[in-house]
């Protein structure tokens, strides 16, 4: 089986993360894969870094190589139009955020949708896309080393306006702790007591699966796929997106340190049990075969 991805990312947030992690799986199933992402973006260099089968990503690319891969697979809203441009009839397409279908027109042209969760199952159902070109196939982390830290991190998104770090900022300084917002979270989670993961618009959340791989207690905003991820006061703690409740929350793990440790540990086991690469892997290949049976 050779797969032809197609990741149109200029940072690295999570659906590049999941992208990697996915080719890295492949291969170790026996499945070649070639990565088309921005010519100089952090995706194309860790690609090449890990010694993955990597191009720029062009139109012109996507018509040439789409004949000698078995199937396409689009893991962003670019790739998706030049996934459709390249009218592949196996074009298989992750969607990973929340907001409304807006171009009917290529979302006629997949053969397979892989939704990160029921919530964005439901907006691609809402658009128009047919249920059964839909498979649920959540994110997938590495289990990191169980943090013993003290910090209180955030991811560092205040440049996307449907992301709330400015909020998370404000909520910490109620609390009276300080924020950190991270640019590394596997690196800096290894410190951290508490993960706050506050958003407007979350398709699934994989930084907050990241965190709860290592053990550390989230407190997520109450919006999209999170709740499928986070479940109020067992594996982690779900809040409105007000200062004071998100204050509370934090204030709440800071000052019982057995109840946090509680809810790092479920948090922890959820991810082994239903949220690793591996799981992750598996589902997509089920997918590909159906779409190549």
């Not at 997520?220 to 067992?234: C, K, M, Q, T, W």
């Amino acid at each position: 089986m050779r797969i032809l991805h197609l990741d149109a990312g200029k940072e690295m947030r999570g659906g590049q993360w999941q992208a990697l992690r996915l080719m890295e799986g492949l291969a170790a199933a026996g499945v070649e894969s070639t990565l088309l992402a921005r010519r100089g973006r952090p995706l194309i260099e860790a690609a090449r870094q890990r010694g993955w089968r990597v191009e720029p990503l062009s139109l012109a690319r996507v018509m040439l190589l789409a004949h000698r891969h078995d199937l396409i697979h689009a893991h962003d809203a670019r790739g998706h139009t030049l996934g459709a441009i390249a009218r592949s009839g196996r074009l298989v397409v992750s969607r990973r955020v929340a907001f409304p279908v807006r171009s009917r027109w290529k979302y006629r042209r997949c053969r397979a949708y892989l939704a990160v969760s029921e919530f964005v199952k439901l907006v691609l159902v809402a658009g128009g896309v047919p249920e059964e070109k839909i498979a649920v196939v959540y994110d997938g982390v590495p289990l990191l080393e169980p943090a013993r830290g003290s910090s209180v991190v955030a991811p560092a998104n205040a440049g996307d306006p449907r992301k709330g770090a400015p909020l998370a900022v404000e909520a910490a300084s109620l609390a009276g702790v300080e924020l950190k917002l991270s640019t590394d979270l596997e690196r800096d989670l290894r410190d951290a007591a508490v993960f706050v993961y506050i958003t407007h618009s979350e398709g699934l959340g994989s930084g907050a699966l990241l965190a709860m791989s290592a053990g550390v207690p989230v407190v997520a905003s109450n919006v999209g796929g999170l709740p499928e991820i986070v479940r109020h006061g067992e594996n982690g703690l779900l809040v409105d997106n007000a200062l004071p409740a998100i204050a509370a929350a934090v204030r709440k793990l800071l000052d019982n340190p057995a109840f946090a440790r509680r809810i790092g540990d479920a948090a922890r086991r959820t991810v082994m049990e239903r949220f690793t690469v591996d799981h992750m892997v598996r589902r997509t290949m089920e997918v590909y075969r159906q779409v190549l049976s």
